[in-house]
């Protein structure tokens, strides 16, 4: 078997949609295990008290320990900013805080689930990286065959897409045609996080 049949072999499991499936589900139980102590916010200061709770139990739930004081408030911090940023406030929580004032029944669990959504989709991306790094002991040339052979089970799989075989080489885009045949997949099978981009 080729270098190049190998890697192919090695995309097909890791984007599989029993290992995607997999991976999101994982964050889906752990969101639906938290109880929010705090339905509707009743200021900032108490929508980032429970996001700061939700974090240290998602880091207890993966890891089986809670973070340390200030790591779990940095860490709902940037949390909070990856979703929020861009919109009203250049504060975090209080972006989140309005974003949930400004429509009729959000409560705390609608915040989590977008702020899962983002989590989901960075396990996404950091699973493709790896993806990407056992990929890299591959020689250009290697490389140009395999993103031929991919593009053409993609396309084959989801004739909807355009893409072009120039830039298709590049790692970035390399990276990101990756990261699109794993949310497809998602998308197909209806799995929460492949509809988030």
Request: net charge negative; aromatic share 8%.
């Amino acid at each position: 078997m080729s270098r190049v049949t190998e890697a192919l072999d090695l995309i097909r499991q890791k984007l599989s949609w029993t290992v995607l499936r997999d991976l999101m589900l994982k964050y889906e139980r752990i969101r639906e295990d938290y109880v929010p102590e705090c339905l509707i916010p009743a200021d900032s200061g108490e929508l980032f008290s429970e996001v700061t709770r939700f974090v240290r139990h998602l880091h207890r739930a993966e890891y089986g320990l809670i973070p340390p004081d200030p790591w779990d408030t940095k860490w709902a911090r940037e949390l909070l900013f990856d979703v929020f940023r861009g919109r009203g406030s250049a504060i975090p929580e209080i972006a989140a805080y309005e974003w949930m004032s400004g429509a009729n029944g959000r409560t705390t669990r609608h915040l989590l689930d977008t702020l899962n959504a983002s989590i989901q989709q960075k396990e996404l991306r950091r699973h493709v990286q790896d993806l990407m790094r056992r990929l890299g002991s591959l020689t250009p040339e290697e490389m140009m065959a395999l993103a031929d052979a991919y593009r053409a089970k993609l396309i084959e799989a989801f004739p909807e897409l355009e893409m072009t075989p120039a830039a298709f080489y590049t790692p970035d885009h390399w990276e990101r045609t990756l990261l699109r045949g794993a949310q497809l997949t998602l998308e197909k099978e209806q799995i929460p996080g492949g509809r988030h981009g």
